[in-house]
């Protein structure tokens, strides 16, 4: 392999986290801080969070906007981070956006953390249920831990969790 950023080569998206592992205040304002260097058109910074941690409001309002399926085991992330975009073009700010919240990820791996993002959740019950204004567009929950048990998970989980990971090679991902 290419010599690549331990960093970057180490991240991964779990689905088993530690069900009693705490998110410190530190380690929170180090992902938040993170995400808020990320690069953006003109500066613009349009990204805006709700941090929830485990088991406190935004948590909970968080934790249920998603499917069953991933409620069965983001709800042992230490936290839940959504991150929404605002302003103009709203392909410029969601793609600004996606730059702040690699940049987490790759903040939560630096912390010895693991982040999974999830895109599939009820963006109209949130924004309802944490009345954000309409200019406010939630685009990705994010679970953020450290690893647990993957075989605590279920069965089709488990397999999944356990599996060896698997890219693309650069030559598939070029345009011809």
């Known amino acids: 392999m290419v010599d690549l950023t331990p960093l970057l080569a180490f991240r991964w998206s779990p689905r088993a986290f530690d069900p009693d592992a705490e998110l410190t205040g530190d380690e929170a304002a180090s992902l938040l ?11 613009a910074q349009p990204w805006r969070f709700a941090l929830g941690h485990r088991h406190d409001e935004t948590w909970k309002r968080l934790l249920v906007s998603l499917p069953d399926h991933d409620q069965r085991w983001a709800r042992h992330a230490c936290a839940l981070v959504l991150g929404a975009h605002t302003g103009g ?6 793609y600004d956006l996606g730059q702040a ?3 987490l990820t790759v903040q939560a791996t630096a912390l010895g953390l693991h982040a ?3 895109t599939g959740f009820d963006r109209a019950a949130l924004c309802a249920d944490l009345d954000l204004p309409p200019e406010v567009r939630p685009l990705v929950v994010t679970a953020i831990g450290r690893l647990g048990d993957p ?10 969790e356990t599996a060896l990971r698997r890219r693309q090679p650069v030559p598939a991902l070029l345009l011809r």
Not at 33 to 43: D, F, V
Not at 89 to 94: F, K, Q
Request: proline share 9%.
């Open 151 to 160: 075989f605590a998970l279920p069965e089709q989980l488990r397999r999944r």
């Open 101 to 103: 919240m690699a940049h």
């Open 116 to 118: 999974h993002q999830l």
């Open 33 to 43: 801080e993170a995400a808020r260097w990320a690069p953006s058109a003109g500066n």
């Open 89 to 94: 073009d709203p392909e410029r700010t969601g």
